[in-house]
């Protein structure tokens, strides 16, 4: 039984190689490609299908990756956004203090005298004073009574000099006083601090005097302090009562007094000598004119002749 078992194997066996050549031969035949192609076509969805699970392994990766990379992305995007809004932030600071800065060197200041700008380190915190500390003293040679002044108007004068820092009273203190003149009709007066930071007052001023809401207030250049022609305040208030000998003034400073932060120290020119001003000098000639005139008309009764003959007198009188 044994020879008959393997002899029916090696049938089989032949058989089937058989069969195998015989496919093969029929496969590489052209006539069988339509068969080819149609089990091609039949068996291509298997493979679509037996591939979707690595493309969807591949596809969770990219995803997970591209998650992963657009967070850092957000991420460093968020930081460079604040980076850069901080330094937006810093430039606009930059160009308001570059704007101010032009404008405080913009100013009217005279082109003759020295300047230097300082900035404001310390605002007083005593509400019955008004001044501020600058961070420039004696060793950049300031000097008390220095006046001070911002883009649009004086400020004060400096009252106090370290070696380092200097204090600047205001115009809007109560003890400070400043020479001015209406630009309209060169009226003068003299304006008080109320210690109000939006205004001062003009003392005594006969209520006759020509002086309307709106008139600008510049330094007079009277006490040697100030110099002529720098702009003070804006009248914004007249008020004439009767029963008052003086009218009532009130003028709004025109210095930013609230939020200075870079001020002006100016020099005054002192090798121009100091000469009064032409309508100072006119009302110093008609007084004189006036006193020369009146001079005049009470020699007739004195008689020239009795005086001479009275002094005589005196000296004989002397003698004896």
Do not use: C
């Not at 109560?174 to 001015?180: C, K």
């Amino acid at each position: 039984m044994k020879p008959i078992f393997v002899r029916g194997v090696s049938s089989q066996f032949r058989l089937t190689l058989a069969i195998i050549l015989s496919v093969a031969l029929l496969m590489t035949n052209n006539r069988l490609d339509p068969i080819r192609q149609s089990l091609s076509s039949v068996l291509s969805p298997l493979q679509y299908l037996a591939n979707v699970p690595g493309v969807m392994l591949d596809w969770s990766a990219e995803a997970f990756a591209t998650r992963n990379m657009l967070e850092l992305q957000n991420k460093e995007l968020l930081r460079q956004q604040l980076v850069m809004s901080e330094r937006l932030q810093r430039f606009e600071h930059v160009r308001q203090e570059n704007e101010r800065l032009r404008a405080l060197l913009g100013s009217p200041v005279h082109m003759d005298s020295r300047k230097m700008v300082a900035e404001v380190m310390e605002v007083a915190s005593d509400p019955f004073r008004q001044f501020v500390v600058l961070n420039h003293g004696s060793q950049t040679g300031i000097y008390v009574g220095q006046p001070v002044v911002d883009a649009q108007g004086v400020v004060g004068q400096v009252v106090e000099v370290s070696e380092f820092t200097s204090r600047v009273l205001m115009v809007s203190d109560t003890t400070h006083g400043i020479p001015v003149r209406v630009t309209r009709n060169d009226v003068r007066a003299i304006a008080n601090g109320m210690g109000d930071i939006d205004q001062i007052e003009l003392r005594h001023v006969a209520k006759s005097t020509d002086i309307i809401v709106g008139d600008l207030l510049v330094t007079s250049g009277l006490g040697n302090r100030f110099p002529e022609g720098y702009p003070v305040a804006r009248v914004i208030s007249v008020s004439r009562d009767d029963g008052q000998s003086y009218a009532v003034i009130y003028a709004q400073p025109l210095a930013a007094l609230d939020r200075i932060r870079y001020v002006l120290l100016i020099w005054p020119d002192e090798t121009k000598p100091f000469t009064l001003p032409n309508d100072v000098q006119e009302l110093i000639k008609e007084a004189a004119d006036k006193a020369a005139a009146t001079a005049n008309s009470s020699e007739p009764q004195p008689q020239p002749q009795p005086v001479e003959t009275t002094t005589t007198p005196v000296t004989s009188e002397v003698n004896q």
